[in-house]
T-cell receptor, first 114, second 118 residues
């Protein structure tokens, strides 16, 4: 256990559905991240939040909508996804102000778009 | 832009033997951090070891150690006395956060799948 939890662990959704992924960290961190992990590709950083403010959006399609209500919670709202969006979505957190740069990851949500 | 290259997609090691996983990176920064992450089949990414670029001494964590060659921009991971539980995908990662540690974005390599033969 890394102190970062994600729900659900598995999700199957149709292209017209709307669903949300949830991430929660219990480490007192103030930066949170969404990554997409596809087979045979490097991890792709999607969004970065620092103290609840979005500080990075890596040209992610608008069908992915992040939300960070506080430093402990991060959501990824999904709508009208495409089959190529099927992947493992990883959440991570890190601490700023301590000079510690490592990120702690959750177990991921395996998303299948049908 | 920073890049991280792991050119070996797969490696195999006999249990109790030593294996070295390679990683090279490219950056114009002088101050940065390097990491090795492990992702077992259960999929939870775990930090294995970290190296600060300003430190000349190679980091060590129990059976895991790195060979950090700053001039060559090389950062290899050595696993000694390999165990069955070491079987996983290993990712090399680079970070150049600001001095506060905020926005410590990680750039990952493609990863290498390590199998351990009993």
């Amino acid at each position: 256990e890394t102190g970062v939890t994600q729900t659900p662990r598995h999700l199957v959704m149709g292209m017209t559905n709307k669903k949300s992924l949830k991430c929660e960290q219990h480490l007192g961190h103030n930066a949170m991240y969404w990554y997409k992990q596809s087979a045979k590709k490097p991890l792709e950083l999607m969004f970065v939040y620092n103290f609840k403010e979005q500080t990075e959006n890596n040209s992610v399609p608008s069908r992915f909508s992040p939300e960070c209500p506080n430093s402990s919670h991060l959501f990824l709202h999904l709508h009208t996804l495409q089959p190529e969006d099927s992947a493992l979505y990883l959440c991570a957190s890190s601490s700023s102000g301590t000079g510690s740069y490592e990120q702690y990851f959750g177990p991921g949500t395996r998303l299948t778009v049908t | 832009a920073q890049t991280v290259t792991q050119s070996q997609p797969e490696m195999s090691v006999q249990e109790a033997e030593t294996v070295t996983l390679s990683c090279t990176y490219d950056t114009s920064e002088s101050d940065y951090y390097l990491f090795w992450y492990k992702q077992p089949p259960s999929r939870q990414m775990i930090l294995v070891i970290r190296q600060e670029a300003y430190k000349q001494q190679n980091a060590t964590e129990n059976r895991f150690s790195v060979n950090f060659q700053k001039a060559a921009k090389s950062f290899s991971l050595k696993i000694s006395d390999s165990q069955l539980g070491d079987a996983a995908m290993y990712f090399c990662a680079y970070s150049h956060g600001d001095y506060t540690g905020a926005n410590s974005k990680l750039t990952f390599g493609k990863g290498i799948t390590l199998s351990v033969r009993p």
